[in-house]
C-alpha cells in the first residue's frame, strides 16, 4: 500500500479562538440538540470534527455538537479513526486467522472490515448532515441577528453562556425552526447589507 504523508512542511503554532455565543448556539442547537457522535446524549460541547491539534479548522464548518464523553474519548482522532479504535479491536481469542469468522460471524478479517467500512460511510453520512444544518445560511443568520449583543460564550454555567441563552431561548428557536429561519432583517436593512457586500 502506498505511504503517503499530508504533513505541512512547517508546522506552524496556532492559537483557538473563542466563540462568540451565536456560534456557540448555532452548534450546540443543531441535531436537535442531541450528541452527532450516534449516542443520543444531550451536547453539551463542541467538538472539532478534524482535531485542531492536527490542523483542523476553528470554523463552525469543523465543529459539531457532542457529549462531553464522546468528545473526551474521541479525544485527538477524526471520527474514522476513532470510530475504528473504539470498536474494530475485538479479541480473537486464540482462534482468530485472516480467513476464519470473525466474532460477528463475518467472514474473515475482509468481512469484518468491509462490515466497518459501510457502518462508517453510514455515520459520516449523518454527520454530514448535522454539518450541513449548521452551516445553513438562514440559520446562521438567524442566530447571528438575535444573539450577537451577548459577545463571547464563556462556557457552561457561566451567565454569558450559550448553555442559558439556548436554555431561555428555547421556544422562540423553535418557532424560528418551524418558519424555516426567516429573514430576521427588514427588506431595507437586507437591500443595504446585500448592496455592502456588493460594493
Ligand atoms: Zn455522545
Redesign the pocket.
Known amino acids: 500500500m502506498p505511504r503517503r504523508s499530508f504533513l505541512p512542511d512547517e508546522p506552524k503554532k496556532r492559537r483557538r479562538r473563542r466563540f462568540m455565543i451565536w456560534e456557540s448556539m448555532c452548534v450546540l442547537s443543531a441535531n436537535d440538540g442531541q450528541?452527532a457522535?450516534w449516542?443520543s446524549?444531550k451536547a453539551e460541547t463542541m467538538d472539532h470534527v478534524i482535531p485542531f491539534a492536527n490542523g483542523g479548522s476553528d470554523d463552525l464548518d469543523n465543529l459539531l455538537p457532542?457529549?462531553r464523553?464522546?468528545n473526551y474519548e474521541k479525544q485527538g482522532r477524526d471520527p474514522v479513526r476513532w470510530y475504528i479504535a473504539k470498536y474494530m479491536n475485538e479479541d480473537w481469542h486464540g482462534r482468530g486467522s485472516l480467513t476464519s469468522p470473525g466474532p460477528g460471524g463475518e467472514a474473515g478479517l475482509r468481512g469484518r472490515y468491509l462490515t466497518f467500512h459501510e457502518e462508517i460511510l453510514e455515520g459520516l453520512d449523518e454527520l454530514e448532515a448535522v454539518a450541513a444544518e449548521i452551516r445553513n445560511p438562514a440559520r446562521q443568520a438567524w442566530f447571528l441577528y438575535h444573539f450577537f449583543h451577548h459577545k463571547y460564550d464563556l462556557g457552561a454555567r457561566n451567565f454569558f453562556s450559550a448553555e442559558l441563552c439556548l436554555h431561555w431561548s428555547k421556544d422562540s428557536i423553535d418557532k424560528a425552526r418551524e418558519a424555516g429561519f426567516p429573514d430576521p432583517w427588514s427588506p431595507e436593512e437586507r437591500a443595504r447589507i446585500d448592496g455592502h457586500r456588493a460594493g
Open positions: 450528541c457522535y449516542c446524549r457532542a457529549c464523553p464522546c
